[in-house]
């Protein structure tokens, strides 16, 4: 390998949990490099789910798992988790936090709900996690880092500065009431001392992993179209999803990655507003979403759902420099006689294209152009091999790879953690 990027190739939600948990199994180390307590990996593992939010799905294999820079953390998230897993028995002594990333504080949750309320129609549809203020705070250097809650005197002080501002915009902008300064800082002192001994130069930690020839995952959060500078903006999250990320997140040079593995839908589903071309309507929309269980993990909102874009999966392709695919939950599709798949759209003056607008009023208003695929209407249980895929489930998959000019590498077809299929076998997926 060594150093592998796993990353979502739609709007978040694809199964990379689950295809991060299963290479993960071939290498030493798996780093988050963006995002906080908004993500969410739900793995099944011999029928029991663990719903992972800050801590990379490494540490269900044993491996050292690592919350880069470019991370924010919700420390009492963090440590409700890090105590969740231990009671499953679950060890997290290989959890490692870097000092650099940031926290999410209270007030960056009051803000993000008071936001949210003023925009009104104009929402983004946020986790309400707190996430987009941490990352703005970061950006104006306002942020308190992992690293400060080493030392209780500058704590004590950042905490103090931070809080007089954020609590002007909490009741002037906001109407909201103001936080109290009484019993935070020593709150913050108790979240010091659980999470001291995990915290650690992390970009050294993986730059001597990788010296030393150790496998490397990097486990990116969200999808690419959420993406803070090439998603769809304004709906999209705060930070960097896309593969480049990894580099910039956890303090690697980009020429150390090797590969780049995006994760995607056999359909596509999206959380939160924002334009969608494929959003199916009617009856074979809730189908999806009931035979796909489209539920947030961390919010639990219904997700919106809808055929298989291959204009977006092209610019993911491009985006992130994707070496091979993994198409997650081809199953969920079994109930269906037909399946569309868009190819290209149809922008506002009557022009086709395969490639994503660069202008969001085109992608607002373009409509999708569908080829349509006939299903396979057989459920895929017991499948171990791609031979073993009914022909026209095959024909799909090889319609995605053909489209794209990008190999397929594992194919979904069911929750548990066994339920996938690797061409190629697994140890050369990640190679
Ligand atoms: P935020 O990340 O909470 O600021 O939310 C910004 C947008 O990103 C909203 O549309 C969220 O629904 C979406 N979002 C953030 N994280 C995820 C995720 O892990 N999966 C799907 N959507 C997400």
């Known amino acids: 390998m060594p150093a592998t990027v796993i990353v979502g190739a739609q709007w978040g939600d694809e199964g990379k949990g689950k295809i991060v948990d299963l290479l993960a199994q071939h290498s030493d180390l798996v ?13 099944v593992v011999k029928g029991e789910t663990y719903k992972l939010k800050h801590i990379p799905s490494g540490i269900l294999r044993g491996k050292v798992c690592v919350i880069g820079a470019g991370c924010v953390v919700d420390a009492q ?58 990352y703005a705070d970061k950006a104006y250097r306002l942020g308190i880092r992992v690293q400060d809650l080493l030392d209780p005197k500058i704590l004590r002080q950042k905490i103090e500065v931070a809080l007089a501002e954020k609590n002007v915009w909490l009741e002037r902008v906001y109407g909201a009431e103001p936080i109290q300064l009484g019993g935070l800082v020593e709150r913050y002192e108790g979240y010091a001392e659980r999470l001291r001994p995990l915290i650690a130069d992390t970009s050294l930690l993986i730059d001597r992993a990788l ?35 990894a580099a910039v997140g956890t303090g690697i040079g980009p020429t150390r990655i090797d590969s780049v593995i995006g994760v995607a839908k056999a359909y596509v589903t999206r959380v939160g507003e924002g334009p969608f071309p494929t959003e199916i309507e009617g009856a074979n929309h809730d189908r999806l979403q009931e035979l796909g269980g489209e539920f947030g993990t961390v919010t639990g909102r219904q997700r919106r759902c809808g055929w298989l874009d291959l204009v977006a999966l092209r610019y993911a392709v491009r985006l992130n420099g994707i070496t ?55 459920p895929l249980d017991g499948i171990e091999s791609i031979r073993g895929l009914p022909d026209d489930a095959r024909r799909y998959v090889e319609f995605v790879e053909r489209e794209l000019e990008v190999e397929v590498s594992l194919i979904g077809t069911g929750a548990d953690r066994q339920r996938v299929l690797s061409p190629r076998g697994l140890e050369t997926v990640a190679s």
């Open 324 to 378: 091979s695919l993994a198409l997650t939950k081809l199953d969920v599709l079994s109930a269906f006689a037909d399946l569309p798949v868009c190819v290209r759209y149809l922008l506002p003056n009557g022009a086709e294209t395969a490639d994503f607008p660069a202008h969001q009023s085109d992608f607002h208003h373009c409509r999708p152009v569908y080829e349509t695929l006939p299903g396979w209407q057989e």
């Open 211 to 245: 010296r030393e020839g150790q496998r490397v995952i990097f486990d990116g959060a969200h999808g690419t179209l959420l993406d803070l500078d090439h998603g769809t903006y304004p709906f999209v999250t705060s930070s960097p999803t896309v593969a480049g990320g």
């Open 77 to 134: 998230v963090m440590i409700e988790e890090l105590d969740d897993l231990e009671t499953r028995g679950v060890s997290t002594g290989l959890v490692r936090l870097s000092g650099n990333a940031h926290l999410v504080m209270p007030w960056h949750l009051a803000i993000d709900r008071g936001s949210e309320r003023r925009l009104g129609k104009l929402k983004i549809g946020t986790t309400r996690r707190g996430i987009g203020p941490t």
């Open 31 to 43: 780093c988050r490099y963006n995002g906080g307590p908004n993500a969410g990996h739900t793995i």
